[in-house]
């Protein structure tokens, strides 16, 4: 008997934002993959791992800022993660936090080994430092001065530190990653890392001063510092496991896998592979590597106000069909576009239509011609054949993530089945003859089929499936093998046929219409406004303006005061955002000012323009920004 196991982590997600888009795609990979293995190999040799990074400077000026203690503050959104994902019908094994004692203690532990073991020594460091990402920025990293993610100007910082020595261990790395081809994958990841490691690698800063930070683990061997970062958040993967003694460590960290995006690509191929061989442990076996969500070709981001929340999507078009548009959508490795109207045009045409129809089609016609009930007969060769190429084809494309091939595997299945169908033409003939029979047998045994192929992707769709085919087994049980040799057996099961309901109702495509336009303090009506000309638009004024400072109106709930910059000019804008942009937020934005508004007085301050920001169905306001760093008093046209 094979002892073969899968473990299975995504990163774990900072608290100091709530999930969106890009932690629900990592999430509900790694549960469809935690799924296709249980297929596999049985539930119970499968750990699916996933948590909340809950340390550092960002959690503990986010906590300052909702006047929360850090500790609360991450219990509560690590709360909303957790919650996120039962709603989303996500289901990991265990969901660790970093502030968890066993962590602390793993993390601890594992310092003082590789200190003990001479890799980690005392020195002092100074550079660029950026207060957003929590790193040093080498000059030439700089984007005119500035950090290329924050557009903020980094403090210069010098100070004493606990270094590792990764540069050590550079030639064993690049040996490693040369000799295992998949270690990293796909392949244009593995090829980045090994590019990066052509340049001399430095040594990691593992620490901040107490001074400066008190929100993290204290070094076990100096207690006037805590550990930065990654030091802290890669350990989770064996803390988890409880290591070093836990069982679960020996049974399940031989099969480690990780699957993160390309945004922490040099900590998971570079630091943690040498922490794991400086602290004599084996390493993980595949570094999984996705791309990049965007909207409208840009990064998703909170500043912009262009973040996607993953329940309000499930919400509106049901978990299911979401969770098939981002599987289906994304080609593993690239990035991808999100927008709801292409959401909405698969789950019309891919669900709705061709597995939706098939399914109601083929269950209609048993019931109408045989009261529910099918009796055994023998499979229709081509469909049989059509069946067991899908299995190989699912089977090889979810095992290297890639996910979308595999659904258009399924897909291909479903056509076949529909085409099989409009061939036959069950509908016009004779339910007595064994032809009719051997045509709905073969339609309904390839859609139990599909609806087990389609169990790691869509569950709870699946699983209606084959309660509707009347073949409800614990789906978990289905030996692998089975699967593979895709033997037919409904009608000997006798199953019956269930009242069918619609598997997924048609979206009408102005559901999907955008969210209308809100403006800082007055909302623009739903209602589209009565038609204007280019030159009446032309008339209002728009501009990019740079906001210099923000203050808090004393007395005002909502409002807010900005210095505002367009080219030369400096002005005074009141806006009524303050509940959804606190003060500290503001400063370097750019945003998009009604610059030829007639001054008006708000709580007695002058207000020169109009701040213009987005609001949607649940009264979310988010700001409007310009795509690209452009200079302030730039025209909107
Ligand atoms: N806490 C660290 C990770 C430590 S792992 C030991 C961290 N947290 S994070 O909250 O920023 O999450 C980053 C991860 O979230 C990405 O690697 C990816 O899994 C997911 N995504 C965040 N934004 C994303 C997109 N726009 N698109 C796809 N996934 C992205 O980094």
Redesign the pocket.
């Known amino acids: 008997m094979s002892h073969e196991t899968f473990y299975l982590t995504?990163?774990?997600?900072?608290v100091?934002?709530t999930p969106?888009?890009?932690?629900a795609?990592?999430t509900i990979m790694a549960d469809t993959m935690a799924r296709f293995q249980q297929f596999r190999l049985g539930p119970e040799r499968v750990y699916f791992l996933t948590g909340t990074?809950e340390h550092g400077d960002k959690i503990a000026q986010a906590a300052a800022q909702t006047g929360e203690s850090p500790q609360a503050y991450a219990d509560r959104i690590s709360g909303i993660f957790q919650e996120t994902w039962r709603r989303l019908g996500l289901a990991p094994n265990q969901f660790i936090r970093t502030t968890s004692e066993p962590h602390k203690r793993a993390v601890q532990r594992l310092l003082q080994q590789i200190y003990d073991a001479g890799d980690i020594y005392f020195g002092e460091y100074g550079g660029q430092y950026c207060f957003g990402c929590e790193r040093f920025y080498t000059e030439k990293e700089l984007q005119d001065g500035r950090c290329p993610d924050h557009q903020t100007t980094p403090t210069f910082i010098k100070e004493q530190n606990y270094f590792f020595r990764m540069g050590k261990y550079q030639d064993w790395l690049i040996d490693h990653i040369r000799h295992h081809p998949d270690f990293i994958r796909p392949e244009r990841f593995r090829n980045e890392v090994l590019s990066f490691l052509k340049d001399p690698l430095e040594d990691l800063c593992i620490s901040r001063p107490r001074t400066r930070l008190e929100w993290g683990i204290p070094l076990p061997f100096d207690v006037q510092y805590v550990t930065y970062?990654?030091f802290d958040?890669?350990v989770?993967?064996i803390s988890a496991l409880d290591w070093p003694d836990g069982e679960a460590f020996q049974r399940f960290w031989p099969s480690a896998q990780h699957?993160?995006?390309?945004?922490?690509l040099k900590?998971?191929a570079i630091y943690?592979p040498i922490i794991l061989k400086a602290a004599g442990l084996p390493l993980y076996r595949h570094l999984n590597v996705?791309?990049?969500?965007?909207i409208e070709e840009a990064?998703?981001s909170k500043s912009r106000g262009s973040v996607v929340r993953p329940l309000d999507l499930a919400d509106k078009y049901g978990v299911e069909a979401f969770r098939y548009f981002v599987l289906r959508e994304m080609t593993f490795g690239l990035?991808a576009s999100f927008s709801e109207e292409a959401l909405v045009a698969r789950l019309n045409a891919d669900l709705a239509n061709d597995l939706g129809n098939l399914y109601s089609r083929v269950l209609k016609l048993i019931q109408r011609y045989y009261d529910g009930r099918i009796s055994e007969s023998p499979g229709e060769r081509g469909l049989v054949d059509a069946v067991r190429a899908a299995v190989t084809d699912v089977t090889a494309a979810t095992e290297r993530f890639a996910f979308s091939e595999a659904l258009a595997a399924i897909w291909n299945l479903v056509s076949a089945t529909n085409k099989y169908l409009v061939t036959n033409e069950p509908w016009k003939q004779d339910p007595g003859d064994a032809r009719t029979k051997v045509v709905l047998f073969s339609a309904a045994e390839t859609l139990r089929a599909i609806a087990i192929l389609l169990w790691p992707f869509l569950p709870q769709t699946a699983e209606r499936m084959l309660q509707g085919l009347g073949a409800p087994e614990p789906l978990t049980s289905i030996h692998f093998d089975e699967l593979l040799s895709s033997s037919w057996h409904l009608g000997s099961r006798q199953g019956r046929v269930q009242e069918v309901e619609p598997l997924f109702p048609r979206i009408q495509a102005t559901a999907a219409k955008p969210s209308p336009v809100k403006t800082g303090s007055t909302a623009v009506p739903e209602t589209v406004a009565d038609q204007i000309t280019i030159e009446e638009f032309r008339r209002v004024d728009l501009r990019v303006a740079e906001v210099i400072e923000a203050t808090a109106i004393p007395g005002s709930k909502k409002l807010v005061k900005l210095r505002v910059r367009l080219q030369d000019e400096e002005r005074t804008v009141v806006a009524g955002l303050k509940e959804h942009y606190p003060p500290e937020s503001w400063a370097g934005k750019r945003i998009i000012l009604v610059a030829n508004l007639r001054p008006t007085k708000l709580m007695g301050i002058a207000s020169q323009g109009m701040v213009l920001a987005a609001e949607d169905e649940s009264g979310r306001i988010v700001l409007l920004t310009p795509e690209q760093p452009i200079s302030s008093g730039s025209k909107v046209r």
């Not at 969106?20 to 932690?23: A, K, Q, W």
């Not at 699957?259 to 922490?264: Q, R, V, Y």
């Open positions: 995504t990163p774990i997600y900072y100091n934002a969106h888009l890009g932690h795609y990592t990074d970062v990654w958040a890669l989770n993967y699957l993160i995006a390309k945004d922490i900590p998971h943690w996705h791309g990049y969500w965007k990064k998703m990035d």
